[in-house]
């Protein structure tokens, strides 16, 4: 019997989970960690000290963080800019709890209350979805092509121009894309310019410092335009929870409205402006990620029975060749063999999306796919 308090909706879901199939009873007791995304490298042990001693001489326990950001918004404002001509200042950011936290605020803000629905194009991050749902907000999707990975942009124009229920009032992409690993291309980027001022463009990109492809510059000519941003992966913060939104100060102005007042803790912003400070050291070991990316591919083109698909980001996308077994049965076998010999990946999208770890993990993850019978 569900609660009968509950939305029937919020009865209807499942809980998020954050390592599908981590955890039965072959697993090994040692993962290499290749399902998420992360940086393979933990910060570096002299600014963790730093860290900790700002923790302790620093940080008041018993005082509230910094509800304004002040000091972070000003670090990210300063890094933003480098890659763009604008110039840009603390109102153009909002902080959240991970990048998370300001996909759901963004939803609030736009389409909560019957309001409208949100256009993602399958497969993508399925956290715009899954944080949709929990607000009662419809979600469309669209397919992409076969083999770009592009969004099928006709689908998207009729799910816009013809809605089935709720008008669209978000757009969600990912640059480059999860799982797939591509970016958007000149005619999507056409696509979203075109869309009216009452649907909101949000472009995630999360992979920026891996791609250094971005729409900043689009974003700021453009009132319904976001860019949502993370510390979780090429700045090594993933536990800390903190990612930003890059926007004209209106749209940040209603971010901040519906944010909670303390939503980051002061040892994560001290984390965060300390990241930024230290960027050229963080941020040095992209183009070993990016060499080993390109290595992995090419070992896994060459010596398995994988397709892969370009990517510029840090992870790939790889299917199995066609074969008498069923895509879907062939993807759960091979995640559960690398997942028997300790390497454990994404099953996601229709088909497997790898992390870029160490080099020591990406011997391992080419090794165990070898072994991989089929
Ligand atoms: C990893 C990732 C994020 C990061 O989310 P956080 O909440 O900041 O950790 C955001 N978007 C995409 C597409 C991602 O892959």
Known sequence: MPL??????VVQ?????????????????????????????????????????????????NRYPDGGHGALKDAIAAYVSEAITHGLTADHISVGNGSDELIRSLLIATCVGGEGAVLVANPTFSMYGILARTLGIPVVTVGRHDDSFATDLDAAQQAIEHPQGVPVRAVFMVHPNSPTGNGLTEAELAWLRQLPDHILVVVDEAYFEFSQQTTVTDGLSRPNWVVLRTFSKAFRLAAYRVGYAVANPELIAALEKVRLPYNLPST?????SLALAHRQEL????????????GLM?????????????????????????????MEAALAHYFQALKAQGTLIRHTGGGLRITVGSPAEN???????????N
């Open 268 to 272: 994560t912003q001290a984390a965060a």
């Open 298 to 326: 090419q070992g896994i083109t060459q010596q398995t029975a994988l397709r892969v698909w370009p990517s510029v980001a840090n992870f790939i996308y790889a299917r199995p060749h066609p074969s008498q077994m069923p």
């Open 363 to 373: 011997q391992r993850t080419l090794a165990h796919l070898r072994q991989v019978p």
């Open 4 to 9: 009968p308090f509950l939305r029937s909706d």
């Open 283 to 294: 941020l040095a070991v992209i183009p070993e990620i990016q060499a080993q990316r390109d």
């Open 13 to 61: 879901l499942a809980a998020y989970t954050p390592h599908p199939g981590a955890a039965d009873a072959i697993t090994p007791a040692y993962l290499d960690p290749l399902d998420t995304n992360e940086c393979p490298y933990d910060l570096p042990q002299a600014l963790k000290e730093k860290l900790a001693w700002m923790a302790q001489q620093d940080i008041a326990a």
